[in-house]
């Protein structure tokens, strides 16, 4: 299991990666990159697509990092806790918590 949640954790952060590039697109390329991706989408959902697409990634990111160190993972608040816990000693760790706030239920 940790093999696959080690290949899920590089898909995740590849997507962030992706969206890294994406934000320094023009609107008009940014667009174009989402249609091509399967959104069906004007300009003015961008941001909120964009801030989706990144807080879900970010906590599977999360949900991924934990499976790896043997930590089960099924509620989503648990899983933020679990990882403060777990990777206390990281710099910037709270982005976890930010992530869950943004996140709608």
Same mark, same amino acid.
């Given at each position: +299991?940790?093999?696959?949640?080690?290949? *899920?954790? /590089? #898909?995740? =952060?590849?997507? &962030?990666?992706? *969206?890294?590039? +994406?934000?320094?697109?023009? #609107?008009?390329? +940014? %667009? #174009?990159? $989402?249609?091509?991706?399967?959104?069906?989408?004007?300009?003015?959902? @961008?941001? =909120?697509?964009?801030?989706?697409?990144? &807080?879900?990634?970010?906590?599977? *990111? &999360?949900?991924?990092?934990? *499976? +790896? /160190?043997? !930590?089960?993972?099924?509620? %989503? =608040?648990?899983? &933020?806790?679990? $990882?403060?816990?777990?990777?206390?000693?990281?710099?910037?760790?709270? !982005?976890?918590?930010? #992530?869950?706030? @943004?996140?709608?239920?």
């Amino acid at each position: +299991m940790k093999e696959r949640e080690r290949n *899920l954790w /590089k #898909s995740h =952060n590849e997507q &962030i990666v992706k *969206l890294e590039t +994406m934000v320094g697109l023009d #609107s008009a390329r +940014m %667009l #174009s990159e $989402f249609r091509r991706a399967g959104y069906d989408l004007d300009e003015e959902a @961008l941001p =909120n697509v964009l801030g989706y697409e990144a &807080i879900e990634a970010m906590l599977y *990111l &999360i949900r991924s990092a934990l *499976l +790896m /160190k043997g !930590v089960y993972v099924n509620y %989503l =608040n648990q899983s &933020i806790e679990d $990882f403060a816990k777990t990777y206390a000693d990281l710099p910037g760790v709270d !982005v976890a918590e930010d #992530s869950y706030r @943004l996140w709608p239920d």
